[in-house]
């Protein structure tokens, strides 16, 4: 999840890490944790996934490059309004990263459900790409080797329709597969970090 302005917020509690600051909790902490805790409840983004008969539409959207590849799965709530369940950004192997353009498309998608099979196992959804080869290698599976064979034969198993979304329309998914770079992967490294030393010491304080 993502929290606007997480730095500053957090900065009291963040103090609380470092090894010249004598550890005492003390009632300024204990409004910083109930403040922190409010913002969290507001602002979190993620739904759980809605299993019932008349649940909402479920969309997957994958984007991939030879350096990462970023998926968004999202439901329609009561309102008509499309909500996030998770996202992802993953960085393909080594060998992966050698792949052509379409195959490495190819095998996105067949990892993605592969670690979604779970979530989408009997769900019938709307898989959204930016690759028009890829819809095309899908509709028409007449493939060049082996793995991507196997691959098409996995993506099969589930219950899909797919639609082609113009790079220009498919920001979240297409960022997700892009590594920062310079002072923004500083910052996200930073904002990383600063978590889980917070959350660390929250649950020593809490146990």
Request: proline share 4%; aromatic share 10%; hydrophobic share 40%.
């Amino acid at each position: 999840m993502f929290i606007k302005d997480f730095s500053q917020v957090a900065a009291p509690l963040r103090r609380l890490t470092r090894e010249d600051v004598l550890w005492k909790w003390d009632e300024k902490f204990e409004e910083e944790v109930i403040k922190l805790s409010k913002i969290v409840g507001e602002e979190i983004t993620l739904k759980t996934l809605n299993y019932d008969k008349d649940s909402g539409k479920i969309k997957l959207a994958i984007s991939s490059i030879y350096i990462a590849a970023g998926a968004v799965l999202m439901q329609e709530d009561e309102n008509g309004k499309y909500r996030t369940v998770l996202y992802e950004s993953v960085t393909p192997s080594r060998e992966e990263s050698k792949y052509s353009q379409p195959k490495l498309e190819l095998c996105v998608v067949a990892r993605r459900l592969k670690t979604l099979q779970t979530i989408l196992w009997w769900k019938h959804f709307e898989l959204q790409a930016d690759a028009k080869a890829l819809i095309k290698m899908i509709n028409t599976p007449c493939l060049a080797n082996a793995p991507m064979t196997r691959w098409m034969a996995y993506i099969q198993i589930f219950s899909f329709y797919l639609v082609h979304k113009p790079g220009k329309t498919f920001t979240i998914p297409d960022r997700l597969s892009r590594i920062p770079k310079g002072e923004e992967e500083k910052k996200v490294k930073e904002m990383i970090l600063m978590k889980m030393n917070i959350g660390s010491n929250l649950i020593q304080h809490l146990a």
